[in-house]
């Protein structure tokens, strides 16, 4: 007869891009001297956070307005380090369901897509292609948006992240139209040279560059899948839920997925989070995105706008805690670092925090700082008395059991 569980449901929820300073090997990734949380609280004069806070988000990094809170027994707080070689989304959100990364997915910040690549697109969808630099996805709309109309193109275009992100008129190009390109980029992309982590559908309405409009709704991600079954696939394998808010099931090309639930920002997200707490009875994983903070204020370089997005998630928090049954487990974390007032655009190669909360932790403290972030899924496994599979990173965190 198998243990009982100690959580009956498991609410992992990713500030996407919410690093705490920069990692051992940040020197090999130009990142030394980052640090998301705490140069975003110091643009603001200091971060009004107590919930994050009274959970020892404190202990964790120096941060403005952040008091470093010992006596926190419904809470552990840790730091994590990456021990795969990249900091993009998908490699941190794998490694978090055991997956070590070894060779980075290729990305085209700075260059573009190469002229063999474009050309090839261009002949096999039979479409002009313009663009094809790295730019924020509302920005390239007016820039390139009318043209796109006029001429029937393709507007193709990358970001910090492995992607090759392709923008058409849902009414001149038609969204068939659109997915059966992106089918094309996927397949031309699965080539070691070319090969990017996803291909991403970006519809838009509009008539003009003044009211040019993405819709969110009709995008569609063309996603590599893990380079091998995670701890996802082990706990659906294994009956429990795994439910996916935000972009998960697209990170991880629905892999391991029992149900997903898709938002347009952080607030949509924390909406329906909170409505799978309040609402719906099931055993396992609830596994969040949180993009705003990332794709908002990170890359846009906006250290104040990033900042109040993080007061905002707190306030979510308070919410979210205040309705959490015993045997419910919060855990709040990030998948790489984003500094807004870094150099660039880029990702920034950051330790992430690792805050557990539950009313039925009588133990909680800050714990000593982890080597990858794999134990998260290794412990909610040993959480349901499963086994990860061998070739899988992580290793349970005893304390959250004691």
């Known amino acids: 007869m198998s243990k009982p569980l100690k959580f009956k449901r498991i609410f992992l929820i990713v500030a996407d891009s919410a690093g705490v300073g920069e990692e051992p090997d940040a020197d090999k990734f130009g990142d030394v001297g980052s640090n998301t949380f705490a ?3 110091e643009s603001v004069g200091g971060l009004n956070v107590p919930v994050m806070e009274s959970m020892g988000l404190g202990e964790l990094t120096d941060i403005m307005g ?24 998908m490699t941190g959100h794998w490694e ?30 039979g479409h002009k292609l313009i663009g094809n630099y790295s730019a924020s996805g509302t920005e390239i709309l007016k820039e390139l948006g009318e043209e796109q109309m006029r001429d029937n193109s393709l507007i193709v275009y990358t970001s910090a992240d492995s992607v090759l992100q392709i923008a058409a008129h849902e009414e001149v190009t038609g969204l068939q139209e659109l997915y059966r ?29 003044d009211d040019f409009k993405r819709i969110t709704g009709d995008r569609h991600d ?50 329906k989070t909170i409505e799978q ?6 055993e396992g994983l609830c596994f969040v995105n949180l993009v705003e903070f990332d794709s908002e ?24 805690i205040q309705n959490m049954k015993e045997d ?18 880029d990702h920034t190669r950051e330790k992430v925090p690792l805050l557990m909360y539950s009313p039925s932790i009588k133990n909680g403290k800050y714990l000593e700082e982890r080597a990858t972030f794999a134990d998260m899924g290794a412990s909610i496994l040993k959480n349901f008395n499963l086994k990860k599979r061998e070739s899988l990173l992580g290793e349970p965190i005893d304390e959250l059991f004691a």
Not at 106 to 122: A, I, N, R, V, Y
Not at 277 to 282: R, Y
Not at 331 to 341: E, I, K
């Open 328 to 345: 419910d487990l919060l855990m709040v974390t990030a998948d790489h670092g984003n500094d807004p007032t870094f150099k660039g655009t």
């Open 96 to 125: 978090m369901m055991g997956v070590n990364t070894k060779t980075p997915f290729q990305t085209f910040t700075d260059t573009g897509f190469p002229k063999e690549l474009m050309d090839e697109l261009s002949k096999r969808t």
């Open 66 to 89: 952040v008091k470093p809170i010992h006596d926190h027994p419904h809470a552990f707080s840790l730091r994590l380090r990456e021990t795969s070689n990249g900091k993009d989304t």
């Open 181 to 209: 390109c992106c089918e094309i980029a996927r397949e031309l992309c699965m080539k070691p040279e070319w090969k990017v982590g996803r291909v991403i559908a970006r519809p838009y309405v509009g008539t003009n560059k």
């Open 277 to 282: 707490l309040k609402n719906e009875d099931w």
């Open 222 to 271: 063309y996603a590599l899948s893990p380079s091998e079954p995670t701890d996802m696939d082990t706990l659906k394998e294994n009956g429990y839920m795994v439910s996916c808010v935000g972009k998960i099931s697209d990170i991880f090309n629905m892999a391991g997925v029992v149900k997903t639930v898709h938002t347009v920002s952080n607030e949509d997200g924390m909406d």
């Open 297 to 320: 204020y990170g890359h846009r370089r906006n250290p104040v706008g990033y900042a109040r997005c993080l007061e905002a998630l707190d306030k979510r928090l308070a919410e979210f």
């Open 39 to 41: 140069h975003a609280a």
